[in-house]
């Protein structure tokens, strides 16, 4: 049993990873620290940022324990968005919980091992017609989703409602392992910047100006990931 999680915890922390990663991850944390010294905030805000941070590079290696963060942090997050009366992220927080549950049984199907013995994630690409679906179904349920935003007294509605409709199809590409999600989640963490610094909470906007890098860092990563399993084939 020791073996069996002292293996899990060697692939999940160590195997795979660089010094670079480590140094990214925490500057990413350090980052947020800072910022809730200089704008003291709620402690929920710190924990969920923090747990976030981590997630999303986790989910930039193509790492399984992203889900273990994720589930905590999102919970947070449900609460923060909330109070903050952003009705209709609180109801993406909610699709998040519940599509990660299939999401740990779809990336457990997809891992593969590297030339270096090390875990990661399969990546798929996404075809010209899930590209136009794709677009012509974020405009269309932002459009209506934002409508109802605006009847209900959510604030920002139109801006929530477009962040809530990518994220809900950046998150079911990343259930999927469609590599095309990081370019969803850049787009979504800059109107989430937006939002958040509106909304007077800078630590969270902080928090997404350290995620739409780590975005960056994650398409690359997939991409590079990807074009190896292609040379393994």
């Known amino acids: 049993m020791k073996s069996r999680i002292k293996n899990f915890l060697k692939e999940e922390y160590i195997n795979g990873y660089k010094l670079f990663d480590y140094l990214f991850m925490g500057t990413l944390v350090l980052m947020q620290i800072i910022t809730y010294i200089i704008y003291p905030d709620s402690v929920i805000s710190i924990i969920a940022g923090i747990l976030g941070t981590i997630a999303t590079v986790l989910c930039a290696k193509g790492k399984i324990t992203y889900y273990v963060y994720g589930f905590i942090q999102t919970f947070l997050f449900i609460i923060i968005d909330y109070q903050a009366k952003l009705y209709i992220d609180t109801l993406e927080q909610c699709f998040y919980f519940i599509t990660m ?77 469609y590599k095309e999600q990081w370019i969803l989640w850049i787009i979504l963490d800059i109107a989430d910047i937006k939002m958040y ?12 100006v350290g995620w739409t890098i780590n975005c960056i860092y994650g398409w690359y990563n997939w991409n590079k990931t990807t074009k190896l399993q292609n040379k393994e084939v």
């Not at 269309?140 to 990518?166: E, H, K, P």
């Not at 610094?197 to 997404?208: E, I, T």
């Open 101 to 177: 549950f299939y999401g740990v049984y779809c990336w457990k199907k997809n891992l593969h091992k590297n030339q270096d013995n090390a875990q990661e994630i399969v990546a798929k690409k996404l075809s010209t017609k899930g590209w136009t679906l794709t677009i012509m179904g974020i405009i269309v349920l932002t459009i209506g989703l934002g409508f109802v935003g605006t009847l209900i007294g959510s604030a920002q509605s139109y801006t929530d409602a477009f962040s809530n409709i990518l994220a809900i199809f950046a998150q079911i590409m990343c259930v999927m392992c």
């Open 197 to 208: 610094a509106y909304a007077h909470n800078p630590v969270l906007a902080v928090m997404y």
